[in-house]
DNA sequence: CCTCGATGTTGAAACGTTTTAACGCCTGAG
DNA sequence: CTCAGGCGTTAAAACGTTTCAACATCGAGG
């Protein structure tokens, strides 16, 4: 079981030499065919299973690229890594998933890693976008869902300030005038476009900036959408915002629970938007109002970028996608009768 | 930037041999400080990286494990995964993820794969658990909620049957005496499970055969759930199910939008049980009653049994966690008045 | 002064492939 | 009968590590 057949004990078994198995192998057109049934005949006998190690040591590459995801339990990203999936197998290539799971200690075991082991390429949606971790060392990186900051590598994006004026315009439009963003660490850069474009919103309309509420969270996650569901409730209701836009569906998720058990409802007593429009997002208590953001093709085009990477006159692109914003029940307008 | 520099280019430029650079990468105490520190000025400055392919043909190992999942898009396995991940990382492992997304095709292939990468062990969620793809290649493999037809392998389960009939006892028990199973397609071992608890519930209650109607769906998606929501309004007012079982929690979110959007209301008009409990669930339009399993454990069990599996005495181990009923909206009991 | 053990370092042999250039053989043309 | 050329096969040299036995060097104990 353990003791490793090789191709040289296939080459013995077979009566040939070990580079006959090894043509059988990569180019079973020029070897004859009765040699190579024998050949086949053989493997198949031993249980051979091919060393990779070797074979990529000798020649250099690796036929697998991979994909190191912010959080894989949230499906925005799992859908952005079928976009990536799909491209990479039409390549021949298969893909690696590696969560890194918003912990840059993580992140930095798996890039290191995925450059020992000499992947064809690297995609990733970095924890801190400007972290000297991804530092070009050979194998080529892409950015995905973030902007690079300077021009060194290759990016694909989704304008996230534009998807936060979206929001939130559409918010001011339903009347809102006290409104709160639920979202954070700031540390992410996703968070602080989206937080800009509201802003920018927000001076489009006149309106002053302190008409934005930021409510900090420490993750993307549902259970931090209800905490901050509990925030938001306990503050008193003369300044309460009458609206929530959430940096991501999960957070949106979160806080319509909370809203729901702490019985206000949604929207009558505070409007949501959410971002992502995960597929969640619909069959949401309230459907919810979001954002919508071109995963798969993100992915797939991610992993475009990355495949033309040794290409010989290869210019670093920055793709960015637009942002559309899906009108839901979370944000009907009913009986809102604005202060304005 | 790809002349890929070696251990020996660094060993040149520090002023030793080769094998000391290997002591310094591996065993950094056995060499002389003054040594250590010129040598790994040598890396830095070099930006030298170890090739893992050449170090794993050398020393026969590999620092990964791979999950295999069914679907990555589905945040059931998505906790499993993470399990996985926690149990590995105590082990000093990474784990690459790979999505076979139902299709053995795709599994095929990435089986192949990881035994040619010579991981040091394979977690599967397989398609198929009969299927010989999953034959013993040198490369250890456990099962993740599936159960070893054979006991030729270890596997961690979760106890499907008793888990549909938890489900449908609690349907009976609530006065329904229609019942809709929703789930597919049969060739997954826990769908035909599930179905098996859920006959057992009937005859348990006392109640023919065919009080269950079993609607098959191609996928266990949310886009299936909504289809079979579609089928189930279809057939006559008569013999409607006043419930449904579905096989997991996507379908039943589908199969709630579904209703939602057909004017029909849950509980009242379709009860609805989910199965997995994600999260998701309970932020449901109707939050929904599910069928738990124990995730993580069942991830990080699946890993810690895989590490066992190279001991000199190993013993194929399997095993079956219990599943539990969680009780919300989408089953409460309001102005139910069973046909009974 | 010699021996011994401890400490650091090294040369060289693996590991299992792929690849290259060369080889032998056979056929058909001259 | 010879020779060119095609075809199938092969020996041997890589690829970049790790490891092992051997080797210096040095201080201490006899």
Redesign the interface.
């Known amino acids: 079981?353990?003791p490793?057949v090789g191709i040289r004990d296939v080459a013995q078994h077979a009566g040939v030499s070990n580079a006959t198995v090894s043509n059988v192998l990569n180019r079973p057109d020029v070897v004859a065919p009765a040699t190579r049934q024998r050949v086949l005949a053989a493997i198949e006998q031993l249980?051979f299973?091919?060393?990779?190690?070797?074979?990529?040591?000798r020649a250099?590459r690796?036929?697998?690229i991979?994909y190191v995801v912010l959080d894989?339990?949230n499906?925005f990203f799992?859908?952005v890594?079928?976009g990536v999936?799909d491209a990479a197998?039409e390549a021949g290539l298969?893909?690696?998933?590696?969560?890194s799971?918003s912990d840059d200690g993580?992140e930095r075991?798996?890039l290191e890693?995925l450059?020992?082991?000499?992947v064809e390429g690297i995609l990733i949606t970095p924890v801190d976008a400007e972290s000297a971790q991804i530092a070009?060392?050979?194998t080529p990186v892409v950015l995905v869902d973030r902007e690079a900051a300077d021009g060194s590598r290759c990016s694909v994006a989704v304008d996230d300030v534009l998807g936060g004026e979206l929001a939130v315009t559409h918010l001011i439009e339903s009347g809102h005038t006290r409104i709160a963003m639920v979202g954070g660490p700031l540390s992410i850069q996703q968070v602080r476009d989206r937080r800009e474009g509201a802003m920018r919103a927000l001076t489009n309309a006149g309106l002053p900036a302190d008409a934005l509420t930021f409510l900090e969270t420490r993750s993307l996650q549902?259970a931090e959408g209800r905490e901050a569901g509990e925030r938001l409730v306990g503050l008193p209701a003369s300044r309460r915002p009458t609206a929530a836009f959430c940096a991501n569906d999960l957070l949106a998720?979160?806080l319509?629970?909370s809203m729901t058990q702490q019985g206000l409802r949604v929207p009558d007593d505070l409007a949501v938007v959410g971002y992502d429009d995960i597929?969640?997002a619909?069959?949401?208590?309230?459907?919810l109002t979001s954002v919508r953001q071109p995963r798969e093709q993100l992915g797939r085009t991610a992993a475009q970028l990355l495949l033309t990477e040794n290409e010989p006159d290869h210019e670093h692109r920055h793709v960015k996608f637009q942002p559309e914003l899906v009108v839901r029940a979370s944000t009907a307008v009913k009986r809102r009768a604005a202060t304005t």
């Open positions: 079981m353990k490793s249980g299973v091919r060393n990779e190690s070797a074979r990529q040591l250099g690796s036929r697998v991979a894989a339990a499906p799992t859908d890594a079928r999936e197998r298969a893909l690696f998933l590696c969560n799971a993580r075991e798996y890693l450059h020992e082991q000499r070009e060392r050979g549902v998720l979160g319509l629970q597929e969640f619909a069959a949401a208590a309230v459907p």
